[in-house]
């Protein structure tokens, strides 16, 4: 590699970014605006107290919220005081982490629109699955 593919590169990654900036400011205060603008008590409205049902409402509501991990313990802590189950709360922390609904034009700018695309729906199918898996096996030791 010689110094013109090195400045050829650093001029690439650059353009790459700012094109990006504008779409990741845009993301980060639309979450902002959702997490402050969703009220406690609504997630306790919203669950009917079936597994499959609470489960798939949890990661469709993970999904659209979008968080990093610290935040969804404490969420996650604060649904189960509301009496919320805990698959529902499993599905939604799974979702809030890894499904990114918000975040989809950013990164389909980044990885592709298809990667971007099965990633996402990959994701959203495994976050029910792992919440089910997990609590059951936890029904098993208790």
């Keep these: 590699m010689n110094a013109a593919d ?25 979450i902002s605006f959702l997490i402050n603008a969703i009220p406690k008590d609504f997630f306790k409205t919203i669950f009917t107290g079936n597994d499959i049902l609470d489960s798939i409402t949890g990661a469709i509501f993970g999904s659209i919220a979008l968080g990093n991990p610290i935040n969804s313990y ?23 982490v890894t499904v990114g609904v918000v975040q989809l034009p950013a990164e389909s700018v980044m990885l592709g629109k298809k990667f971007t695309i099965y990633r996402n729906i990959f994701a959203f199918i495994t976050a029910i699955v792992i919440a089910i898996l997990t609590t059951l096996t936890l029904q098993l030791f208790l």
């Design 6 to 30: 090195i400045k050829n590169a650093a001029k690439q990654t650059l353009n790459a970014i700012k094109r990006s900036i504008l779409i990741i400011i845009s993301i980060l205060l639309l």
């Design 74 to 96: 404490i969420l996650g802590g604060e649904l189960i005081n509301q009496g919320v189950s805990l698959i529902a709360i499993t599905a939604f922390v799974l979702t809030w």
